[in-house]
């Protein structure tokens, strides 16, 4: 089943009272509300530029009002004026007005509580002086806050959900299974689903978790919408008038079938397993040659491929920045990316697939990570390794060889990611809609109350 581009959907939930109508200038459109968004990281992290300003400045240009609340591990006082001068209008520039909390990091359960209350008081004020609409808050320790601060008044609150956070930590065995921070936080997990008006995922498979169709309650329905991790196609586009054969050639790959991994080593990420895949395409076709694109130490890739019999002139591992990425994914042939599959790992939309599909390039993935499985199989764009064997290695190097002849390949990728991951098309329209409908509901509890 593809993905519908305005996939949102209503569902019923166990709910709080009807709050009050919103302030009496809310209108239909966006142009005269204000949101107020909380980020639980830094404003400089690659996550932020990438993953939530793109999305504000989307919103911006659809009329929203916003602020951007963000927590900084360093004091920004400490900042040179001049980098917060910059940092401030760069985002202005794009309609975003930033604000920003100290981050504290020990102890750890206490130093989070701290921050939520720090943080709860912060947005309460934001919401009382600047009157605003809709409090969004990505992920549960910002939904921690958004709730305390929207608790009473006539803001609506919006839960970006983002992954399976209590069931991230005990599949990477931060927590154990079933321990004392874990049922915590999945009891905080239920009150703020309880509490919130309105519900982001990250995959179609993460709604059905959490919102099953026939999760129907006499609680009232709030919006639910499916919005994964997109990214910005122009940079895309503007990489195509750049000569794929430029870039191998400088890169020394003319002649060789390249497969590219961008993104960190170890952790979620099957290292190990994608030293194999590589190992064994190598002895499969001597002209195979691997690119990794990664800001994780070198050695965590190198030497593995040494150890497997990789020789040094058959890989290069290179940092880039994050705007170059599109120019390096045109040397490429095949991308790759393997993810430890478990059941926190259904909520997961990786960034990378966009960007690899964006640039053209078929992929040879695992299997159960969100939706992936179904669009590798719809679209027809990759190849699914549902075993990490040699054999299963072998299956997938001969699925996509078969695949790197067809003419039309490179356009479906992209066709892909413009129906799956644009930025504008899918995801700015998607959050658009999902705040529509949020200031909606405020009106109908307004008439609701009254009546």
Not at 192 to 217: C, H
Not at 360 to 365: F, H
Not at 409 to 431: K, N
Request: charged content about 25%.
């Amino acid at each position: 089943m593809k993905l519908n581009v305005n996939s949102v959907r209503v569902v019923r939930v166990r709910g709080k009272r009807a709050r009050d109508h919103l302030h009496s200038n809310s209108m239909s459109s966006l142009n005269t509300a204000r949101a107020l968004y909380l980020c639980y990281f830094g404003v400089r992290e690659p996550l932020v530029q990438t993953q939530v300003v793109p999305y504000l400045r989307e919103l911006a240009a659809g009329g929203l009002r916003v602020h951007l609340l963000t927590f900084e591990a360093q004091n920004i006082k400490t900042w040179p004026a001049e980098e917060r001068a910059e940092v401030r209008a760069r985002l202005a520039a794009q309609g975003i007005e930033w604000h920003a909390l100290r981050y504290h990091k020990r102890p750890t359960l206490a130093a989070t509580v701290y921050d939520i209350v720090r943080g709860a008081f912060a947005a309460r004020r934001f919401v009382r002086r600047e009157r605003i609409d809709v409090v969004h808050a990505r992920s549960h320790v910002a939904a921690a806050m958004g709730a305390l601060a929207t608790r009473g008044t006539r803001a609506r609150f919006l839960f970006d959900i983002r992954g399976f956070f209590p069931e991230e930590y005990t599949d990477a065995g931060v927590w154990p299974a079933g321990g004392y921070l874990y049922r915590l936080t999945k009891a905080a997990e239920r009150r703020l689903l309880a509490a919130a008006d309105g519900y982001v995922v990250l995959t179609e498979k993460a709604r059905q978790i959490l919102f099953p169709d026939q999760a129907s309650t006499n609680g009232r329905a709030r919006p639910v919408a499916v919005i994964p991790c997109c990214v910005d196609l122009t940079h895309f586009r503007a990489a195509e008038d750049v000569a794929r054969e430029a870039v191998r050639r400088e890169l020394g790959v003319e002649g060789r079938r390249v497969f590219v991994y961008v993104g960190s080593l170890g952790g979620w990420y099957l290292t190990d397993e994608m030293a194999d895949l590589l190992a064994t395409a190598h002895r499969q076709d001597p002209r195979t040659f691997s690119l990794i694109l990664t800001q994780s130490p070198p050695a965590m890739i190198t030497d593995r491929l040494r150890a497997r019999g990789v020789a040094e002139r058959d890989y290069l591992v290179r940092q880039i920045k994050p705007t170059e990425m599109a120019r390096y994914l045109k040397a490429a042939d095949v991308a790759v990316s393997l993810i430890k599959p478990c059941y926190s790992k259904q909520s997961s939309s990786p960034t990378k697939m966009a960007e690899y599909l964006a640039g053209g390039l078929p992929i040879i993935c695992n299997t159960g990570i969100g939706d992936l499985d179904e669009l590798i199989e719809t679209d027809r764009v990759g190849v699914l390794l549902r075993e990490f064997n040699e054999a299963s290695y072998l299956r997938a190097l001969t699925e996509v060889a078969a695949l790197l002849h067809d003419p039309d390949l490179p356009a479906r990728c992209r066709a892909s990611a413009a129906a799956r991951f644009d930025l504008t098309s899918v995801g700015g329209a998607r959050y658009r809609r999902l705040y529509e409908q949020l200031l909606q509901s405020g009106r109908d509890e307004r008439k609701s109350v009254r009546a």
